[in-house]
């Protein structure tokens, strides 16, 4: 166990029964209470590859990706849910752990063939980060991974993401 993923352990907290009743929900708000911790994951999924754009996927995917990509002078992109960007988008559907959601990216996000990272906080069915690669490769770049902060391995989201390259800061 590295003093990382010792740190990211220690700075997440278990809410159970939230937002529905089974469902043990990883709270990252602790975390970024933490400038020192928030720092080094930021820094983290900064150096893990070069890209030319970085994807968060709402709302806690913006909070790590934005300054993840401002480290690593990395444009930002943002994937959101369905009806909040304004230009013409291209969307997809999915399942996650306790519901189901359309999520969208602008159409004209990237240049064609860009190198993009998509990052998020948590990997629990994969359902979100499935629907996310699909869109970006849909929009014309080439995935180079997906970083989360938090892979819930009992959930299997990575049986979902064979042809993607995932990284996990801590698996559980
Ligand atoms: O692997 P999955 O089962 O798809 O679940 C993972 C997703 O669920 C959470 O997002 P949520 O839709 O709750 O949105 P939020 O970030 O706005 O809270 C989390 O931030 C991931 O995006
Ligand atoms: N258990 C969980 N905790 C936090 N975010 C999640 N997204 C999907 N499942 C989650």
Redesign the pocket.
Known sequence: MTELSNLILDRIRDVPDYPKPGVLFKDITPLLADPVAFAAVTDELAGMYEVDKIVG?????FILAAPAALRAGAGFVPVRKKGKLPSETLEESYD??YGS?VIEVHRDAFVPGERVLIV??????????RAAVELVRRAGADVVALAVLMELAF?K?RERLTDVEVRSLVVV
């Open positions: 996927i709402e709302a806690r995917g996650l752990e959601a998020d906080d948590v990997l629990a069915t994969g359902g979100t980060a959930l989201g």
